[in-house]
């Protein structure tokens, strides 16, 4: 049971490269997450997936979309990479809607745009 | 909205000592959910506990407590007997009933000396 795995766990782009960062889950969870952590600011959700089939924007959506490929997998796209958008990214996810539930984060994706 | 505040940007504490980490939240729901989770310098999430708004006792996982006030709306988490690999960034964080989504505080750097 490898919980929430994310690729890369690096990576360096130059300004207005394009990337798409992976993050599938094995738990048969419903909703998951993508946030963004930046020093001192703890962290900000860019894009949610509450069910198979939706995604919402959250605190920090531009400059990235998402696709909720399957029930696994859920990735997030930088289309134009800008040096604001260097961050470490976690994904998430979460068995259902309930506000008791928590959430599982995978080991992050360190981001640096040059 | 909701907001998470952590007030301690830092906190120092000899080992086998106990600590208490602030959090206070701002939310109008009426129902909402509050967790701890702790980062270690290698850089993962890991879910510590949680309280829900109703709940009649204050929660408890091993070590940790979590010094609940509604009234106050404070959510402290209390470790008790402090261990080296306590040492991380501690989040604190808050999820209105019903829906999925978590706000965070900035976090509290824990450091446990020797």
């Known amino acids: 049971n490898a919980g929430v795995t994310q690729t890369p766990k690096f990576q360096v782009l130059k300004t207005g490269q394009s990337m798409t960062l992976q993050c599938a889950q094995d738990?048969?969870?419903?909703?998951m997450y993508w946030y963004r952590q930046d020093p001192g600011m703890g962290l900000r959700l860019i894009y949610y997936s509450a069910s198979e089939g939706t995604t919402d924007k959250g605190e920090v959506p531009n400059g990235y979309n998402v696709s909720r490929l399957n029930k696994r997998e859920f990735s997030l796209r930088l289309e134009s990479a800008a040096p604001s958008q260097t961050s470490v990214y976690f994904c998430?996810?979460?068995?259902?809607?309930?506000?008791?539930?928590?959430?599982?984060f995978g080991p992050g994706t360190r981001l640096t745009v040059l | 909205a909701q907001k998470i505040t952590q007030t301690q940007p830092g906190m120092f504490v000899q080992e086998k000592e106990a600590v208490t980490l602030d959090c206070t939240y701002d939310?109008?729901?009426?129902?909402?959910?509050l967790f701890w989770y702790k980062q270690p310098s290698s850089g993962e999430m890991i879910f510590l506990i949680y309280q829900g708004s109703y709940d009649q006792q204050n929660a408890t996982e091993g070590r940790y407590s979590l010094n609940f006030q509604k009234a106050r709306k404070s959510a402290n988490l209390v470790i008790s007997a402090s261990q080296l690999g306590d040492s991380a960034m501690y989040f604190c964080a808050t999820t209105p009933s019903g829906y999925s989504t978590l706000t965070f505080g900035k976090g509290t750097m824990l450091l446990v000396s020797p």
């Open positions: 738990m048969n969870h419903n909703s």
């Open positions: 939310t109008s729901d009426p129902s909402y959910g």
């Open positions: 998430a996810s979460r068995p259902s809607g309930s506000s008791t539930d928590t959430q599982y």
